[in-house]
């Protein structure tokens, strides 16, 4: 091959690769590979020693030709990159492009009950309080007139904490099964009158199905003052279940028989899924449970330190889990902890 011929191979060798070449990178790595200090084009050029005199001279200007369109071609390709990426970055913030709107939350449809509920009660000029859902015995049993042998412990199915290589009492730490719980600690540090609520989360080692679940929410309330009678505590559910439900649902109230009140009460709310018709949902009844009540049982108030003679008071629980499906009328419980976001973008 000539020396002519050795040129014009390089040259249409280095301007191929420059043409493809696509960042400043890969052009860099071209111009050392032929324009380095050992690169092919300049060994090339010192080869032209070697010429015959009579030609070297036609050869080294083609050699300086090849050269600089070589050089040239760097150059061109160079700016032509850079331009690219420039405009690249550029269509990355393009603001005239429409944006990608984001998916926002919102607050669970259980919140949002809770929150209702909370704000009905502070109307009538209760306090909210929070309490401990790791609980001792003491505080969700013994206070409540439940001691350890009463026969009521086996309904509340509990759950026991693992307390081994500590210097706890085994078994007189548990997850709390009520929120009535909070009964004792907030009635030994405030003297009647006292008005509050307590919204929370509560544990059953119980068998899930449509209307039960292992972990449900309660918002616990209690009234003590002078002269507070069942009327009163009839008024306070009507009141506050008609403002949050409806002021056309239909309640009905029954005995029944807790520790911790006396009497005992419980409040029925007609079905919203079947409208008193019988469903799966309760149990063919008609009616939903949803408020179990009464008058503090005086034993209550003498072991927080009130004087049962001067003092009554009444207490409820709502099963919140209950109030949600029922509002809603969702027909399942268990849709309520379901992370499937088709369902909560419901609400
Ligand atoms: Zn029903």
Redesign the pocket.
């Known amino acids: 091959m000539s020396m002519e011929e050795q040129l014009m191979n390089l040259k249409n060798e280095a301007l191929s690769l420059i043409l493809s070449a696509e960042d400043g990178k890969t052009l860099e790595e071209i111009k050392l590979q032929f324009l380095g200090r050992s690169g092919k084009l300049t060994l090339a050029l010192k080869d032209i020693v070697k010429v015959p005199v009579e030609n070297r001279a036609e050869v080294g200007k083609l050699a300086n030709e090849v050269k600089q369109a070589v050089e040239e071609a760097l150059e061109r390709q160079e700016g032509f990159v850079k331009k690219e990426t420039i405009t690249k970055k550029r269509a990355a913030i393009d603001t005239s492009i429409p944006g990608i709107q984001p998916q926002i939350g919102h607050l669970h449809p259980m919140t949002q009950v809770m929150l209702d509920v909370v704000e009905v009660f502070k109307q009538i000029g209760f306090q909210a309080a929070d309490g401990p859902e790791i609980e001792t015995d003491h505080y969700n049993f013994e206070v409540l007139n439940i001691p350890k042998d009463h026969p009521a412990r086996d309904t509340q199915m509990t759950f026991y904490l693992d307390t081994r290589n500590s210097k706890v009492t085994p078994g007189e730490v548990i997850l709390r099964t009520q929120t009535s719980a909070m009964q004792g600690r907030v009635m030994q540090k405030v003297k009647p009158p006292v008005r509050v609520i307590v919204p929370g989360k509560n544990f059953r080692y119980e068998q899930v199905d449509a209307s039960h679940g292992f972990e449900f929410w309660q918002v616990e309330g209690f009234c003590v003052d002078t002269h507070i009678r069942l009327t009163d505590l009839f008024g306070t559910i009507d009141y506050v279940l008609r403002r949050l439900m409806g002021q056309d649902i239909k309640l009905k109230f029954a005995t029944t028989n807790f520790p911790f009140v006396e009497p005992g009460v419980d409040t029925y709310m007609e ?1 919203t ?2 409208k008193g ?3 799966s ?2 149990k063919y009844a ?1 009616w939903s449970e949803i408020m179990p009540a009464g008058m503090i049982h005086p034993n209550v108030l003498k072991a927080v330190g009130y004087d049962s003679q001067k003092v009554s008071g009444f207490a409820f629980a709502i099963g919140l889990s209950r109030l949600v499906t029922l509002r809603y009328h969702m027909d399942d419980l268990r849709l309520l902890t379901n992370p499937d976001l088709r369902i909560l973008k419901q609400f």
Do not use: H, L, M, T
């Open positions: 079905c899924v079947c018709k019988g469903c949902f309760c008609g």
